[in-house]
């Protein structure tokens, strides 16, 4: 399996800045971490890592290229839950991810509920959820199959950090081979979930994995909060079964991964070793 890195390794620094320390670091891949529609103004003044979906996606693939490294995933984190609107990420933007990924060659779009922002959105119930967040997912996933893309939900929300809530998204878009799931080791245990009971429920849709491990700090969060975005400690040096995950999943033959971490580069190389250690 493949260990890359997020590309948010500097502050305020643009891609290319990114993934020239993600190279000089020692790894050969990294996902397109953030995407906007339209022009980003920080984006072209070079002081954030985003990617315009509107771009050409062969000008970014060629970005990579320079550097000798390989893009995993397009990050698509929508906000599937709340009303749709034209300046709330959803359904248009993750339809415009899988159209840059295809032509380039990435296999994988991820995207997520996220918790939701409107009380609206926090007063439906499970069956309302799961409906609003497949029904966001229904034409995206059809254009996803035609295209040769998959589309991969990432614990990242009150729906996708547990089993039921997953299950029943792919009950309701009939189980199609181009849905799959993006496991985040930290968001899902942070949610509530063991992620090893994830692995094992699910693991011949996980396709790709966001690796982080937490530490004690975060328990009374545990349920409360979903999502945790980086982490700042190593793999192996917080309290989730890392170890469990990977045994369920080492025989896989998940391609890619990506350490969601924020730190150094011996930091990084700590996690990756512990990684490989678990046979990933």
């Not at 954030?48 to 000008?59: A, G, H, M, Q, Y």
């Not at 496991?183 to 994830?198: F, R």
């Not at 917080?238 to 391609?255: F, P």
Request: hydrophobic share 40%; proline share 4%; glycine share 10%.
């Amino acid at each position: 399996m493949n260990i890359g890195l997020f590309l948010l390794i500097k502050p305020f620094a643009g891609v290319e800045d990114q993934v020239k320390i993600a190279k000089e670091w020692g790894f050969e891949h990294a996902d397109i971490t953030d995407t906007n529609a339209g022009g980003s103004m920080l984006g072209t003044a070079g002081f954030s890592p985003t990617v315009s979906l509107d771009d050409n996606p062969f000008d970014v693939k060629r970005l990579f290229d320079k550097y000798g490294m390989t893009i995993s995933t397009v990050c698509a984190h929508a906000n599937l839950l709340d009303p749709s609107k034209p300046s709330r990420y959803g359904t248009h933007e993750v339809m415009k991810a899988i159209r840059f990924a295809s032509a380039i060659g990435v296999k994988d779009v991820i995207t997520t509920d996220n918790e939701p922002s409107t009380e609206w959105a926090e007063n439906l119930s499970f069956d309302q959820k799961t409906l609003i967040i497949a029904e966001k997912l229904y034409e995206p996933v059809k254009m996803a199959q035609d295209m040769g893309v998959r589309v991969l939900l990432e614990n990242h929300g009150p729906i996708t950090d547990t089993i039921e809530g997953l299950s029943k998204i792919f009950e309701l878009l009939d189980n199609p081979p181009a849905l799959g799931i993006n496991l985040d080791s930290g968001n899902c245990w942070l949610g509530g979930t063991d992620p090893v009971e994830v692995a094992k429920k699910f693991k011949d849709k996980i396709h790709h994995i966001h690796w982080k491990d937490l530490g004690e700090e975060w328990v009374p969060k545990r349920g409360k909060q979903f999502g945790a975005g980086f982490s700042t400690i190593a793999m192996g040096d917080g309290i989730i079964d890392i170890k469990g995950v990977c045994e369920v999943l080492k025989d896989q033959n998940i391609e890619n991964s990506t350490l969601e971490i924020v730190g150094d580069q011996e930091l990084m190389q700590k996690s990756v070793d512990f990684l490989r250690s678990c046979g990933i």
